[in-house]
């Protein structure tokens, strides 16, 4: 069955980076949609970026807007969040998840595959 495995998680000063990875087990990110959520307590899971199958365009959320960015190693099958300048305001679980046939990469309800999650802290 289809794993995603994200690692990269943990605490970290506001300001600092952090690089969220999500290696895929028998689902190839190249051909599908690839995106992050995030969940922080007591909220609904939120858009933060994902990219597009083949062509790889990218989108993101514009509260990471030019902090975040996602990127896919087809080599490894493996997708990255590279987080930089973050805000406390960012602490949540990050979820990885696979799209076969979304259209609207910006909504959860399009991506059949999840990964586990991974938690992000920023302490201010």
């Known amino acids: 069955q289809v794993q995603l495995v994200e690692s990269g998680g943990g605490t970290v000063q506001a300001g600092g980076s952090l690089r969220l990875s999500c290696e895929a087990s028998?689902?190839?990110?190249?051909?599908?949609?690839m995106g992050w959520f995030r969940q922080a307590p007591g909220k609904e899971r939120e858009f933060v970026a994902a990219?597009?199958?083949?062509?790889?365009?990218?989108y993101s959320a514009d509260a990471v807007k030019g902090r975040f960015t996602i990127s896919r190693d087809n080599a490894k099958n493996t997708v990255y969040l590279q987080m930089n300048s973050l805000k406390p305001e960012d602490t949540a679980v990050y979820y990885c998840?696979?799209?076969?046939?979304?259209?609207?990469?910006?909504?959860?309800?399009?991506?059949?595959?999840w990964g586990q999650g991974t938690q992000v802290t920023v302490s201010s």
């Open positions: 998840a696979g799209s076969a046939f979304g259209t609207i990469l910006t909504n959860a309800n399009e991506y059949n595959y």
């Open positions: 028998r689902l190839t990110v190249s051909v599908v949609h």
């Open positions: 990219i597009s199958r083949r062509g790889g365009t990218t």
